[in-house]
Structure formats: C-alpha cells, structure tokens
C-alpha cells in the first residue's frame, strides 16, 4: 500500500501509483523543455514512495537524472534552430513573455555556464534553462556538461531529501523554500550595493578628472 503524501505532493498520488518510474521519467522530461510539468513535486512524491518501499530510490535518481537532462537539450536544439522566433511565437504558452526572455538571456550572457547549474534550482529558470542557452549561442559541449552538473546536484538533494524525510518532506520542503527566499533577497541586495559603490566611485573619479 503507497504511502499518503503529504501537501502539494498529494494529487500526483494516482499518476504516480499507476504509472511508477514512468510517470518521473515524463514529468521531470516535460517540465526541463518548457511545459509548465510539476517536475520538482514529482520527484519528492517518488522519493518519499522510495522511502516507503514502493520505489527504487537508484532507479528514481538515474531516471529523472536522464530525463532532466535529455529535456533540458531538447529545449537547447529548439532555442539553436528556433532562437527568438520560436519564443516569440510560442514563448506566452510556458509563461515566457518576451520581457521574462531579454532579461533572462541578458542573465545568461553575464555569468555563463555557472548559472546554467544554478537556474536548475530556480523555479523558471529551470523550465526555460535549455530554450535560453540555445538562443544565446553557448557551445553545446560547455552547457551538456554544466546542465549534467546541475542535473546530478537537484535529482541528488531532492530525492535523498525526500527518501529520507518521508511523510515529512513538505515541512522540510517549505523551510528550505523559505530560507532560499532570504539567501535570493540578500543575494540581491549585495549585487544592489555593489552597483551603487561603482556608480559612485566613477561619478567621484570624474569629479576628479573635471576638477584637474
């Protein structure tokens, strides 16, 4: 008998009884190319069914592993050979606006293959991960390998997490959710700070310039 689970987790219990390993394998594919897919719930509910007997926990791992980043390459050919176009034209259905996809590009060109590690961590940066590298051109080589990075580290933490916490995982879930909130808040206030002291370090060294 599978386990209840607990919160968010709980409507994904009948895809998940019926379809096992199958239904992680789909839904984690189909959230890492751009369909709005529950891909990070699914596989809690898989981890905390593993806990309970009902699943492999290696199996679970390995299969969203591949699927995460089989899809996340999907999107990356349809940003290569679709670039600006495609989300121009098909972006609004996977909540990509064309404002969402300049900033996000704009983010990508910045800091390169580290965040292509990082965005599978934040919630639409994870769905539009694959999409935004291709339109920006990053090699193929450079991204697989920092996209298999950020595969293993987000299949490793949330299916370990949830294996182990079990019918406790939403509590678990929530706090880490909250406590990331405040890092992504302080993070951006630092790079605030930081903005403002070269503005006005350069507007001191032109006063200098000016007053010479």
Do not use: C
Not at 79 to 94: D, H, Q, S
Not at 184 to 196: C, M, N
Not at 200 to 209: C, H, I, K, L, W
Request: hydrophobic share 50%.
């Amino acid at each position: 008998m599978p386990p209840p689970l607990p919160g968010p987790l709980g409507p994904l219990a009948p895809l998940l009884g019926h379809y096992g390993y199958w239904a992680v394998g789909a839904v984690v594919f189909l959230e890492d190319f751009g369909v709005p897919a529950p891909g990070e719930t699914i596989l809690l509910a898989a981890g905390v069914y593993a806990g309970a007997g009902e699943l492999n926990i290696v199996a679970v791992a390995v299969i969203a592993f591949a699927a995460a980043v089989l899809g996340d390459n999907v999107g990356y050919v349809i940003g290569r050979t679709g670039g600006r176009a495609f989300v121009e034209r098909w972006g609004k259905y996977i909540l990509l606006t064309p404002k969402r996809f300049e900033a996000a590009e704009a983010f990508f060109r910045r800091h390169g293959g580290k965040i292509v590690t990082v965005a599978r961590f934040v919630e639409g940066l994870r769905q539009a991960n694959g999409i935004i590298a291709g339109t920006t051109g990053m090699p193929w080589p450079r991204f697989l390998a920092f996209n298999a990075l950020g595969a293993a580290l987000w299949v490793g933490l949330w299916s370990s997490l949830a294996y182990l916490a079990g019918s406790h995982i939403t509590a678990v879930y929530d706090e880490i959710v909250r406590y990331q909130r405040y890092v992504l808040i302080a993070a951006g206030l630092l790079v605030a700070a930081l903005v403002v002291r070269h503005l006005v370090r350069r507007r001191r060294a032109r006063r200098n310039d000016a007053g010479q």
